[in-house]
């Protein structure tokens, strides 16, 4: 199998939204409601610091050369 880079975002989104989907779950479960104030706030501040970090991570790769895949990649 074939190795991919590591993408920050993605990892951070899935968490995200697996989150958001057991906190819904158990709380239908247990008869109680979800303070929907809150949730779309704080996965648009979530999605952001995965974003500035998946950007930090993108220039910090860059700056120190990246990896020999990213060299056959950017040569395809």
Known sequence: MRKHR???YALVAGGLFSTLAVVYLVASLNDREVNSRF???LALIVLGAGGLGAAVLAAARRN??????DAERDAD
């Open 64 to 69: 120190r050369g990246g990896s020999a895949d």
């Open 39 to 41: 949730v779309l706030p």
């Open 6 to 8: 590591f993408d920050l």
